[in-house]
């Protein structure tokens, strides 16, 4: 679930123009190996961009109501995806580091599969659930 997790927090900084994914390319190392030392911040970071995304957005009358909406989206299962997590590990081992990158690569996968059913353009951003293989540990 971690993996999928960072794998939907893409959408979150692909909607807010961090199309380089900085920050996901920040926390994927410690999230994939040590989680329990960047779950908050992760959850902290995405919030906090889905507020500013949705505050921009409704300034920005009449061009935001798709992001809008896909941040509703991505807000609902981003709590989804959090609600399915009893534990953050303190570490993975290899078996755990794997999960997660399947999960992680799963997650984003269909996302841009669904991005290409919904306007061809196999952007990422989409409305599909992550329901990768990802396990926390």
Request: net charge negative.
């Amino acid at each position: 679930n971690l993996g999928e997790l960072l794998a939907l927090s893409d959408t979150v900084y692909w909607l807010v123009d961090d199309k380089g994914l900085q920050m996901t390319q920040r926390l994927y190392p410690s999230l994939s190996t040590q989680p329990n030392r960047s779950f908050g911040r992760l959850c902290r970071d995405v919030g906090t961009r889905l507020t500013q995304l949705l505050n921009k957005e409704k300034e920005d009358l009449g061009a935001g109501d798709e992001k809008i909406r896909k941040a509703v989206w991505a807000d609902k299962e981003i709590t989804e995806l959090i609600d399915g997590i009893d534990e953050v590990p303190r570490s993975l081992g290899n078996e755990g580091q794997a999960q997660f990158a399947l999960g992680y690569h799963r997650g984003r996968q269909q996302r841009f599969n669904q991005g290409q059913d919904q306007n061809g353009s196999g952007e990422g951003g989409s409305e599909n659930s992550g329901t990768g293989g990802g396990e926390s540990g």
